[in-house]
């Protein structure tokens, strides 16, 4: 396991049209985050998940977003009825949960709404 | 919540020469750590770091968490490590999600 892979690397979509972003983790990394970077700024907080369950979501993810974890192996990010603010760069990272809590991250997935 | 702020905010190197970036934080944590994302956008680890002092060639770090903040010494730049250099916090509440802060944007000049 060579690391946080993401996928699509890159998406561009019209207006309106739904999107879904693929993570898989780290093997055996029961933590799994989702941030979003905007040009010029750090990455901020999305979402967290503890193995399956989603802990904590911060007030960004407004309600065109969801995130899953099934099985609590690979996420999911969807976007629904995408706007034009919602381009940027979409990173996930997981960590141990156990022992460690440093968090390695993947290439992120870059959205452009058109 | 918890305040990350870097210092400088920009800086531009002539290759060789030496530099400290500063990692200021708002509150207690239980985790550190220095990022450098390049050009395509991956944050590369540099150090995990909640306290002391790491060195990994010619980078090293020092976290005095007693009194919030982290130093990232960077030694005899090279144009490779032009691009943004972030600090990220942790803390044991909300599953130690990571705080960033804006990052200090380096340019090294060959």
């Known amino acids: 396991d060579t690391g946080v892979s993401q996928n699509p690397r890159h998406k561009i979509t019209k207006r309106g049209q739904n999107v879904t972003f693929r993570c898989d983790p780290i093997?055996?990394?029961?933590?799994l985050y989702w941030y979003r970077q905007t040009l010029g700024q750090g990455p901020e907080f999305l979402t967290y998940?503890?193995?399956?369950?989603?802990?904590?979501k911060s007030r960004l993810l407004s309600d065109r977003f969801s995130a899953e974890r099934p099985k609590g192996s690979f996420s999911t990010l969807e976007i629904q009825r995408t706007e034009q603010g919602d381009s940027a760069m979409y990173l996930c990272?997981?960590?141990?949960?156990?022992?460690?809590?440093?968090?390695?991250f993947g290439q992120g997935t870059r959205l452009t709404v058109v | 919540g918890i305040q990350v702020e870097q210092s400088p905010p920009d800086l531009i190197l002539q290759e060789g020469a030496n530099s400290t970036l500063r990692c200021n934080f708002s509150?207690?944590?239980?985790?550190l750590q220095w990022f450098h994302q390049n050009p395509w956008g991956q944050l590369i680890n540099l150090f995990y770091?909640?306290?002391g002092t790491k060195q990994n060639g010619r980078l090293s770090a020092t976290t005095v968490a007693t009194e919030r903040y982290s130093l990232l010494y960077i030694s005899s730049s090279q144009t490779t490590d032009s691009g943004v250099y972030f600090c990220?916090?942790?803390?044991?509440?909300?599953?130690?999600?990571?705080?960033f802060g804006a990052g200090t944007r380096l340019f090294v000049k060959a």
């Open positions: 093997s055996e990394h029961n933590r």
């Open positions: 990272a997981s960590s141990p949960g156990q022992g460690s809590t440093e968090a390695f």
């Open positions: 770091i909640p306290s």
């Open positions: 998940f503890q193995n399956e369950a989603q802990l904590e």
């Open positions: 509150d207690s944590v239980n985790n």
């Open positions: 990220a916090v942790a803390r044991n509440t909300g599953g130690f999600k990571t705080i």
